[in-house]
């Protein structure tokens, strides 16, 4: 029997030091889930798009191309480490080109990570990209975190109204995660309920914020050999960020003792939903435009630090 659920927020090991989903795997598990489709949606970055999308030729999987941004609310303010996740998929090959260039001109924007001021986005919007809430790092979500000292609940409510003004209820989407083994995230999935309730949103979808294919905890070894600190220094994976499926997304709903169980499987028809909307052909040749800096040959380096010794006559 299909799966109905599309992981539609997903990490590869593009996402260097943050997940450790390595693309050939990740579609065999895909099809062995019996799932239609599955996304790409690294941070910051389409990097793996083109080794993700040869992959997928050979598979009966269908790729959505994505990224999880990291926005700010403007750029005129002091420079800080202050950002804010968003999932854009894009849904057809027009939508693939807009996020490489939101990404390129996010680059341009770099501190500590590449950012995509949120008044860009929204000047260079088309009907070609979905957008999801995304994870508790997120604007709305850090507006509904109980952890974050400066949230504030109807500053999520704008930013979605801002969204849908902009792109319209059909190309938004609220983002519900289950981790029972993040206590903060219980109180977020009230506030999104709630904002689901009195909003014109159309979705609502189910993610698993995939960054490993099981529930094994490896990932703590990559960040602990990244960042260069000892196993026992490394905040543990929540176990729920492992490659979803409609079982595991109803377990932790339920051990995160979500009040509305009902709700889930209309989450997870509507992964289905959307990965159908997403119908990207071509990728590999998308920003060949792009003027690359010129590196030296090797021969030139060695002429240049290299004294080449003269030959006797």
């Not at 790729?63 to 303010?77: D, M, R, V």
């Not at 809430?133 to 975190?145: K, R």
């Not at 801002?162 to 981790?179: A, P, W």
């Not at 492992?242 to 509305?260: I, P, R």
């Amino acid at each position: 029997m299909r799966d109905d659920f599309v992981n539609l927020h997903l990490h590869t090991h593009y996402s260097i030091g943050d997940s450790t989903i390595k693309i050939p795997e990740l579609f065999y598990q895909v099809q062995q889930y019996n799932q239609s489709a599955v996304a790409i949606t690294d941070h910051g970055s389409v990097e793996g798009w083109s080794e993700f999308y040869n992959v997928a030729q050979d598979s009966s999987v269908k790729p959505i191309f994505g990224c999880e941004f990291y926005c700010k609310e403007s750029l005129e303010k002091p420079v800080d480490k202050t950002r804010f996740h968003l999932v854009v998929l894009a849904k057809n090959n027009d939508g693939a080109k807009l996020i490489n260039k939101l990404q390129y001109i996010s680059v341009q924007h770099h501190h500590y990570k590449p950012l995509l001021p949120y008044p860009i986005l929204f000047e260079e919007y088309t009907d070609d990209i979905f957008i999801s809430t995304a994870c508790s790092l997120g604007t709305i979500g850090q507006s509904f975190d109980p952890n974050n000292k400066n949230k504030k609940y109807e500053e999520g409510e704008m930013f979605l109204n801002k969204l849908l003004d902009c792109c319209g209820k059909d190309n938004v989407s609220l983002e519900f995660q289950f981790h029972p083994d993040y206590s903060a995230q219980k109180d977020i999935n009230e506030s999104l309920l709630h904002l689901y309730d009195i909003s014109d949103v159309k979705y609502c979808i189910a993610t698993t914020d995939a960054h490993f294919l099981t529930n094994r905890d490896i990932r703590r070894y990559v960040q602990a050999d990244t960042w260069n600190k000892l196993l026992k220094d490394v905040t543990p994976t929540l176990k729920s960020n492992c490659l979803g499926t409609s079982s595991y997304v109803h377990h932790f709903a339920e051990e995160s003792d979500f009040s509305d169980l009902n709700l889930v499987d209309k989450m997870i028809k509507n992964t289905s939903v959307i990965a159908n909307q997403c119908n990207v052909t071509e990728v590999n040749n998308i920003g060949q435009d792009r003027i690359l800096p010129k590196f030296n040959k090797h021969q030139q380096f060695k002429k240049i630090f290299f004294k080449q010794p003269k030959v006797k006559e």
